[in-house]
Structures are given as structure tokens and as C-alpha cells.
């Protein structure tokens, strides 16, 4: 699986040195540890929800995710998110995590080569949630992205609608 990683990640003619490769892989292996205890968990579309929010427009998809993400819901929400990169060029997320429970590992691949793809159209990822561990892995995130990811929690949603739209 390592390898196939690689050579996708090659198709999409990223030029990555061996330290951003071995970094990428790191956090790939440490999000697939933390969400192995889900993956023998049945998948069941009527326990996983994303709902687009009121506030999405342009360059801002805003969304609400809770249950445990599905490949066809995360399929969903690229091409929403290929949508508005098409449209504005550029993209910034706020999502809004409530009981969320992770993604199945078909859908966290997925989402991991889309922001390979796209790495230099995010402009910000606002995370919403009630998690110190969403808290923790956003700054973990931090050190191997070079996305600009902030995690906020529930209380402060309104300085995280703040900041998404900051500076457009």
C-alpha cells in the first residue's frame, strides 16, 4: 500500500523531497493508528451525516460532519470542495465536528490525496469541535502541512467564522 501511495502521489508530479515523502507518511501512519480502533466498525450511511452550513459561498465551503465519514460522503465533499476551487481558485474549509468519529480508511486516503492535489488552493481549515484530541492533531498537523489550520472550540465558533473569512 506504501508504494501505491508513492507512485499516486508521483501522478500528481509533486515535487516533494525524501523528508516531505517521510513526513507524509508519518502522519498518514499516526491518523491510521488513532483511527484503527473505528475501522472494524460496520459502516452504516445512516450513522454517518455532512451537512453543507449556511455561510458557504465562494472560496468557503463550511461544513457540519458527525458519525463516521463514509468513501461516498467524503466522495461528496471533494467534489464540493473541487467545485469551489474550480470557481474561486482557491479554498477554505471550516468544519464542524459533532460526535464525529473519524473517516473509514478508504475515505481518509482519499482525503489525503486530495490535499496532496491541492495543497497550494487551501487557504485555511478552521476545525470546530469539543475535542481536546482535534485540538492536539491540528497542531500536530501543523508541523507537516503547510495548510493554515486552526482548531476552535465549540464556544468560540463565532471567532472561527471570524477567521475564515478574514482577509477576503
Given at each position: 500500500m506504501l508504494f501505491a501511495v508513492v507512485l499516486q502521489m508521483k501522478s500528481y508530479e509533486i515535487a516533494y523531497n525524501y523528508s516531505d515523502y517521510l513526513l507524509f507518511f508519518l502522519e498518514f501512519f499516526l491518523v491510521t493508528l488513532y483511527y484503527s480502533k473505528f475501522a472494524n466498525m460496520k459502516l452504516n450511511r445512516k450513522n454517518d451525516m455532512h451537512k453543507i452550513m449556511d455561510g458557504?459561498?465562494?472560496a468557503i465551503v463550511a461544513v457540519k460532519l458527525s458519525g463516521k465519514l463514509s468513501d461516498e460522503s467524503n466522495d461528496e465533499l471533494m467534489d464540493i470542495f473541487e467545485k469551489a476551487i474550480v470557481k474561486t481558485g482557491n479554498l477554505r474549509v471550516l468544519m464542524y465536528l459533532e460526535n464525529f468519529k473519524g473517516w473509514n480508511p478508504g475515505a481518509?486516503?482519499?482525503?489525503?490525496?486530495?490535499?496532496?492535489?491541492?495543497?497550494?488552493?487551501?487557504?485555511?481549515?478552521?476545525?470546530?469541535?469539543?475535542?481536546?484530541?482535534?485540538?492536539?492533531?491540528?497542531?500536530?498537523?501543523?508541523?507537516?502541512?503547510?495548510?493554515?489550520?486552526?482548531?476552535?472550540?465549540?464556544?468560540?465558533?463565532?471567532?472561527?467564522?471570524?477567521?475564515i473569512k478574514e482577509g477576503l
Open positions: 458557504t459561498e465562494g481518509m486516503l482519499d482525503e489525503f490525496k486530495f490535499a496532496i492535489k491541492h495543497r497550494d488552493k487551501f487557504e485555511r481549515i478552521a476545525i470546530i469541535g469539543d475535542s481536546e484530541w482535534l485540538n492536539w492533531f491540528t497542531k500536530a498537523d501543523y508541523i507537516f502541512s503547510p495548510i493554515n489550520e486552526k482548531y476552535f472550540n465549540t464556544n468560540d465558533a463565532k471567532k472561527a467564522w471570524k477567521w
